[in-house]
C-alpha cells in the first residue's frame, strides 16, 4: 500500500542551530501535505501545511518545502530551541475522501 | 472552544473487559479518526468516520468498534480487552481533506 517513510530516525541539533527533518511519500497523487509536532504525553499538533501547487510555505520559524519530482517533504526549523524537541510527524493526503497517511517520525533533541 | 477532548484520559483494565473511549469536538468537523501509538511508534489508523451515522475501518479494526450517532460525537469500544492493546489511543476531527486536530490521548493498561 501507499506510505510516507522518514529518513532519519533520530536527530540532535545543537540550540541556536537550524534543523531539517526529511520525509518521503510514495503517493505522487497526493495534494496535500502536513507537519505535526508531538511532545512527549501529548497529541501531535499541527505546525504547517502545504498544497502541491506550491514549493515552499513559510511559518513562524518554520518553513516547508515540498519537491513534487522526487516526492520529498522537509521541514526546515531556524534557530532550534529547547521547546522544538519532539517527535515530527509527517503526513500526506491521498486523493478522495481518504484518511491522512502518517510517517512513523523523527525525534529531534536539542543540544543546549 | 475546547477542541477535541476524550475521556477518560487514563484507564487501566483486565483481560476479558470492555469499556468505551469517547471522544468529543465542538469544531463542527464533518471527519473524526480513532488511531493508536505504540511507545515510540508511529500512528495506527483504528477506525474512522466521514460524517454522523458513518463508519469505516482503517489500518488495525480489528478488536475494536465505534458509533457515531452524534456528529460531535466518536466512541471507540472494547468488547473484550486484552494485552495487546495496551496504547495511548488519540482521537482526531477535521474538515474534509484538511489537517486533523487531536485529542489529548488516553492512556490505556490491559494487564
Known amino acids: 500500500g501507499e506510505s510516507v517513510g522518514l529518513h532519519l530516525p533520530t536527530l540532535s541539533v545543537q540550540e541556536g542551530d537550524n534543523s531539517i527533518i526529511n520525509c518521503a511519500y510514495s503517493n505522487s497523487a497526493s495534494d496535500y501535505f502536513i507537519w505535526y509536532k508531538q511532545e512527549s504525553g501529548k497529541g501531535p499538533q499541527f505546525i504547517i501545511d502545504i498544497r502541491s501547487n506550491m514549493d515552499k510555505r513559510q511559518g513562524q520559524r518554520v518553513t516547508v518545502l515540498l519537491n513534487k519530482t522526487v516526492k520529498h517533504l522537509s521541514l526546515q526549523i531556524a534557530a532550534t530551541q529547547p521547546g522544538d524537541s519532539a517527535v515530527y510527524f509527517c503526513?500526506?493526503?491521498?486523493?478522495?475522501?481518504?484518511?491522512?497517511?502518517f510517517g512513523k517520525g523523527t525525534r529531534l533533541s536539542v543540544i543546549a | 472552544n475546547a477542541g477535541v477532548t476524550q475521556t477518560p484520559k487514563f484507564r487501566v483494565l483486565k483481560t476479558g473487559q470492555s469499556m468505551t473511549l469517547l471522544c468529543a469536538q465542538d469544531m463542527n468537523h464533518e471527519y473524526m479518526y480513532w488511531y493508536r501509538q505504540d511507545p515510540g511508534m508511529g500512528l495506527r489508523l483504528i477506525h474512522y468516520s466521514v460524517g454522523e451515522g458513518t463508519t469505516a475501518k482503517g489500518e488495525v479494526p480489528d478488536g475494536y468498534n465505534v458509533s457515531r450517532l452524534k456528529k460531535q460525537n466518536f466512541l471507540l469500544g472494547l468488547e473484550s480487552a486484552a494485552p495487546s492493546q495496551t496504547s495511548v489511543y488519540f482521537c482526531?476531527?477535521?474538515?474534509?481533506?484538511?489537517?486533523?486536530?487531536f485529542g489529548p490521548g488516553t492512556r490505556l493498561t490491559v494487564l
Open positions: 482526531a476531527s477535521s474538515p474534509p481533506s484538511m489537517t486533523q486536530y
Open positions: 503526513a500526506e493526503s491521498p486523493p478522495g475522501n481518504t484518511p491522512l497517511v
